[in-house]
C-alpha cells in the first residue's frame, strides 16, 4: 500500500468533510457534541482559504484530513480526522510528521491541538505524538491550557524524535549524541521507569570514553565518570530525590560541571537552573497499541521507544541533530 499527502485549499472541502463527518460520527457521543460534526461544505472551504490543509491518501484513496491554522507562531491543527476503517496503518501518526515539516519549514515554533479529556485515548494519542498537557507545562515550560470542554496541547518543531527499537539501538543512540558533546553540556532526562533512561547513560558513556560501569545513581544520586581519552568527565546524577538543583552544591563532588558532561535523570522542573542551555531528552515506551487513531505491531519481540529530543537555549543554535 502507498500512502501520500497532497497539501489541499477550499477546492478539497467536500472531500475533506466526507472524512471529517465519518470519523468524529464514529466517536463515542460526547456533551457537547464535537463542533467538526457542524461542519458544512462551506465552513470548511472557509477554513481552508487562508493557509489549506493536508489530505492523506492511501493507494490514491482519501483516507485522512486536516486543516492547518496558523495563529502568531503556533500551527494549529483542525478537524484532524482518519476514516475509522482505514486506522492502523500508520496514517495519522504519518500526517503529524507531514504537518510538522509543513509548518517548520515556514518558521512556525510548534504545532497545538484541541482534544477533549472524555477521550482519554485521543489525549494518549497526541502524548504519544510529543504533544504535552497541562501536567507537563509545570515540567516542561511549554505553553498548554485548559479550556472545558477542551484541553490545548501543543508540540515544539525544534523538537528531533528518534525511534529506538530496543536497548541496543538505545545503547547506539547515547553513542551518537556524545558525538556532539562538549565540556559544560547538560541532559535532562526523563520517562516512566523502565524507559531506558540508564541505557541512553550506558551509551553515552561509551560515546564519551568514560572509566566504569555506568548504572543507575539511585542509591549514591550522583556518580563522576572520569574520562579515559582525555575528554570531558560524566557526571550521571539521579535528581528523583533532590528538592532543588541546587541541592547538587551540596553533594561535594569532585569535579567542577563546568568541565563535564553532566546528565540529570528525572531532572524535569529542576534541572533547568543548572544550565540555560541543555538537551532535553524524553523516552517513551511505544506500545503496540497506540490508541484510536492509530494501532500500529510493532515487531516480534521488540520493545520500541520514542526519544524526543529538544535542544533548548544558545548553545545548541546551529547544531544538526537530525542525523540523530
Not at 3 to 15: H, I, K, M, N, W
Amino acid at each position: 500500500m502507498t500512502l501520500d499527502f497532497e497539501r489541499v485549499g477550499p477546492e478539497a472541502a467536500a472531500e475533506m468533510l466526507g472524512i471529517v463527518r465519518t470519523a468524529f460520527s464514529a466517536r463515542p457521543p460526547l456533551d457537547p457534541p464535537a463542533d467538526a460534526l457542524g461542519e458544512t461544505e462551506g465552513s470548511l472551504k472557509e477554513r481552508l482559504s487562508g493557509f489549506g490543509g493536508v489530505l492523506a491518501r492511501l493507494d490514491g484513496v482519501a483516507v485522512g484530513a486536516v486543516v492547518m491554522d496558523p495563529a502568531d507562531s503556533t500551527m494549529w491543527l483542525r478537524r484532524f480526522a482518519v476514516l475509522p476503517d482505514q486506522q492502523g496503518h500508520g496514517v495519522a501518526h504519518k500526517m503529524v510528521t507531514y504537518a510538522a515539516g509543513i509548518a517548520r519549514s515556514q518558521g512556525f515554533d510548534d504545532l497545538a491541538v484541541i482534544a477533549r479529556p472524555e477521550l482519554p485515548e485521543t489525549l494518549r494519542f497526541w502524548e504519544r505524538q510529543g504533544f504535552r498537557n497541562q501536567h507537563s507545562r509545570r515540567q516542561h515550560g511549554r505553553e498548554v491550557s485548559r479550556e472545558a470542554p477542551a484541553v490545548r496541547l501543543h508540540r515544539p518543531l525544534n523538537e528531533h524524535v528518534v525511534e529506538a527499537l530496543d536497548a541496543d539501538a538505545m545503547s547506539e543512540l547515547g553513542r551518537r549524541v556524545a558525538g556532539l558533546l562538549a565540556a559544560g553540556d547538560v541532559l535532562v532526562l526523563s520517562g516512566g521507569l523502565g524507559a531506558g533512561k540508564t541505557t541512553f547513560t550506558k551509551g553515552l558513556g561509551a560515546g564519551l570514553g568514560v572509566r566504569g560501569e555506568v548504572t543507575s545513581p539511585t542509591f549514591v544520586i550522583a556518580r563522576v565518570h572520569p574520562s579515559t581519552v582525555g575528554g570531558p568527565e560524566l557526571v550521571h546524577v539521579d535528581a528523583y530525590r533532590l528538592g532543588g538543583i541546587d541541592e547538587l552544591d551540596d553533594l561535594d563532588l569532585d569535579t567542577d560541571l563546568d568541565d563535564a558532561v553532566t546528565v540529570v535523570e528525572w531532572g524535569e522542573g529542576l534541572a533547568e537552573g543548572l544550565s540555560e542551555s541543555r538537551l532535553e531528552i524524553r523516552i517513551v515506551r511505544a506500545e503496540a497499541d497506540e490508541g484510536p487513531l492509530d494501532r500500529v505491531e510493532s515487531p516480534a519481540g521488540a520493545d520500541p521507544r520514542r526519544v524526543e529530543i529538544v535542544p533548548v537555549g544558545t548553545r545548541w543554535r546551529g547544531v544538526d541533530l537530525s542525523a540523530l
